[in-house]
């Protein structure tokens, strides 16, 4: 399978470099930027196509979400984004179902301000006395956030404690609240926190209570590349770059 892939990589970026150069407009939302960052310019130098990139969440009220660029006309060749709002276009009719890619798994992590104690996360008891400790705590307006104000909480059995002092950051990384010591933890998707300067990443939270994050692609019906973006799909998703993804706190899909 895995040499199928390869080999499909390989005639998808060989029919791609051979055609005109285009310009590939991508959305992509947070927890793929970070890999994204590193793979897109490894893609483009291979075909020569450029990358015109739009950043935004995958779900939400915010202007930028992919869905509401989308609702907007805006234009656009592919589409990264938690697997689930992607499923939710595919059945709208605006990506094409062929088209889906999976690409990741991402994991919630914790950071605190840079050069503070690191509080034990090892297991759930450990969580929640931490959680409950806390001063302060904020999360994000995307998948990871979502489920821990509606969920982790409750299972936690610390939903009412946390009320008063957890807060759902919107548009901007959680990290950065807590670098300027807003915020005495933060909870956010590992790739996410990773990139934040001025924090110090403390662990992944407990798998037992984790929720695991799908990353997919797809291309919107009516692209204007439908080639290159299929290109560059397969690029994403290829053996080849799993390191990359790896490296930057994501979790390679077992195929």
């Known amino acids: ?29 947070g927890g793929f930027t970070a890999a994204y960052k590193i793979l897109g310019p490894k893609f483009a130098a291979a075909t020569g196509n450029t990358l015109d990139t739009q950043l935004g969440p995958s779900m939400g009220k915010a ?13 656009a060749d592919v589409v990264i984004m938690v697997g689930y709002a992607l499923d939710e276009l595919i059945k709208q009719g605006k990506v094409d179902p062929a088209s889906r890619v999976e ?3 991402s994991r919630i992590g914790l950071v605190v301000r840079e050069g503070t104690p690191k509080p034990d996360i090892s297991n759930v008891e450990a969580l929640k006395k931490t959680l409950l400790d806390a001063q302060s705590v904020a999360y994000s307006d995307s998948a ?6 509606q969920q982790l909480f409750k299972k936690l059995g610390i939903e009412d404690q946390l009320k008063p002092k957890a807060k759902m950051i919107a548009k ?29 990443f403390v662990s992944k939270i ?32 290829a053996p080849a770059a799993q390191a ?3 490296a930057t706190g994501l979790d390679s899909v077992k195929r």
């Open 244 to 246: 990359d993804v790896q």
């Open 172 to 200: 901007i990384p959680v990290g950065s609240v807590v670098a300027t010591g807003d915020y005495q933890l933060g909870f956010q998707q590992v790739s996410e926190l990773l990139p934040v300067p001025g924090v110090s």
């Open 103 to 105: 690409l990741a798994d």
């Open 144 to 149: 990871s956030g979502v489920y821990i104000e």
């Open 63 to 75: 202007p930028e979400a992919i869905p509401n660029r989308l609702a907007r006309g805006e234009h």
């Open 206 to 237: 407990p798998e037992s209570v984790q929720s695991v994050t799908r990353f997919a692609a797809g291309i919107p019906v009516g692209a204007q590349h439908p080639a290159e973006a299929k290109a560059l799909l397969a690029y994403l998703a």
């Open 1 to 29: 399978m895995k040499k199928l892939l390869n080999l499909t990589a390989l005639a998808l970026l060989a029919f791609s470099a051979l055609a005109h150069a285009e310009e590939v407009r991508v959305m992509t939302s």
